[in-house]
């Protein structure tokens, strides 16, 4: 993973001119064509004043699970636990959400925007054992620049 041409394209894409909505498309559709184990990559927001995220845009096959409880599933326990979360194998989880037998490690990572815990990148892969400091690093990165447009 060349990490600095991610990045460096990541900051391209958020000092675009368009719509927001837009810009996180585009973030979603570049990982996806860029990082071979990303199979899915979607961003959840907090969905108003309720207690559960609302998935906005994604790259990937769709999934029933626009809306997501917080505390049910990897992505409801990152909503409260501020922590990023990595899963190397989702059968080991028992509080896992599925979204297709395909998706073998998951990772989501929590967007901060002044202190507050608003949303999150969520990437699935077909591959065990995949994610590294790496992912960890370029999508750290990417929820620091989207913090800056929402
Ligand atoms: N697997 C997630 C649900 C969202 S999908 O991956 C798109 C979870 O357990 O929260």
Redesign the pocket.
């Known amino acids: 993973m060349n990490i600095d041409f991610l990045k460096s394209n990541i900051t391209t894409i958020i000092n675009q001119s368009e719509k927001t909505e837009s810009k996180l498309q585009e973030i979603c559709n570049f990982l996806k064509q860029e990082i071979s184990h990303y199979d899915?990559v979607?961003f959840?927001f907090k969905n108003g004043d309720k207690e559960e995220l609302k998935?906005a845009q994604?790259a990937?096959e769709a999934?029933e699970?626009t809306i997501?409880p917080f505390g049910?599933?990897?992505?409801?326990?990152?909503a409260i636990s501020n922590k990023n979360f990595i899963?190397q194998d989702?059968t080991e989880?028992d509080?896992?959400?599925?979204?297709g037998w395909k998706?073998k490690s998951?990772i989501?990572i929590p967007i901060f925007k002044n202190q507050e815990n608003i949303g999150q990148i969520?990437i699935?892969s077909h591959t065990q054992n995949t994610f590294t400091d790496l992912d960890t690093e370029l999508l750290e990165f990417v929820c620091e620049q989207v913090a800056e447009i929402v």
């Open positions: 899915w979607g959840y998935l994604y990937g999934t699970h997501i049910k599933g990897i992505c409801g326990q990152v899963v989702v989880q509080n896992y959400i599925s979204c998706v998951e989501v969520d699935d």
